[in-house]
T-cell receptor, first 114, second 113 residues
Framework: DTEVTQTPKHLVMGMTNKKSLKCEQHMGHRAMYWYKQKAKKPPELMFVYSYEKLSINESVPSRFSPECPNSSLLNLHLHALQPEDSALYLC?????????????FGQGTRLTVV | GENVEQHPSTLSVQEGDSAVIKCTYSDSASNYFPWYKQELGKRPQLIIDIRSNVGEKKDQRIAVTLNKTAKHFSLHITETQPEDSAVYFCAAPPDNYGQNFVFGPGTRLSVLP
């Protein structure tokens, strides 16, 4: 299995809602990432988990809360989001963060905040 | 921090022609340089990458060249096909380790039949 799977594919949520995005990989990768991608822009790194520990937080607002329950799963908990948070949220994984290698991306969750 | 630029931002070529996209970066410590392709509505996928110990790498119709002194690397696509139409992103990490890549702004390539 060489895929990163994200659920849901689409999500519409109100500004007072709490929701979670899920990401799963079974490639034995030990580094997992959340990226945010706005239309016609490049992916922007949000968080990096290495060996299930948060190693990078790119100054992301606390309304985004990542969680790595185990080496195969990565969640992004959302609470009190703003309309400007509407974007494509991409999860990615790589063998480790000890040496630069290819990042495998999931197909993304398209989030709309209303 | 790392600053990555790409040129051109859009590129249209006739099917069968070649396409070249250039990426410049600012951090001299960078040693790994990937190119990702993102088709409309799809995930970014790695198409080729190069490490700083080589100057060129080729994979069928795709090649990447690296000039570490000048801090730029380029994607070359020969014999372009309509399915090459996509947005191409270069990326550069700020150091040897970690995946906190900074992606370039992207180049939208259109291959006209």
């Amino acid at each position: 299995d060489t895929e990163v799977t994200q659920t849901p594919k689409h999500l519409v949520m109100g500004m007072t809602n709490k929701k979670s995005l899920k990401c799963e990989q079974h490639m034995g990768h030990r580094a997992m990432y959340w990226y945010k991608q706005k239309a016609k822009k490049p992916p922007e790194l949000m968080f990096v988990y290495s060996y299930e520990k948060l190693s990078i937080n790119e100054s992301v607002p606390s309304r985004f809360s990542p969680e790595c329950p185990n080496s195969s799963l990565l969640n992004l908990h959302l609470h009190a989001l703003q309309p400007e948070d509407s974007a494509l949220y991409l999860c990615a994984s790589s063998p480790s963060d000890l040496l630069n290698t290819e990042a495998f991306f999931g197909q993304g969750t398209r989030l709309t905040v209303v | 921090g790392e600053n990555v630029e790409q040129h051109p931002s859009t590129l249209s070529v006739q099917e069968g022609d070649s396409a070249v996209i250039k990426c410049t970066y600012s951090d001299s410590a960078s040693n790994y340089f990937p190119w990702y392709k993102q088709e409309l509505g799809k995930r970014p996928q790695l198409i080729i990458d190069i490490r700083s110990n080589v100057g060129e790498k080729k994979d069928q119709r795709i090649a990447v060249t690296l000039n570490k002194t000048a801090k730029h690397f380029s994607l070359h696509i020969t014999e372009t096909q309509p399915e090459d139409s996509a947005v191409y992103f270069c990326a550069a990490p700020p150091d040897n380790y970690g995946q906190n890549f900074v992606f370039g702004p992207g180049t939208r390539l259109s291959v006209l039949p």
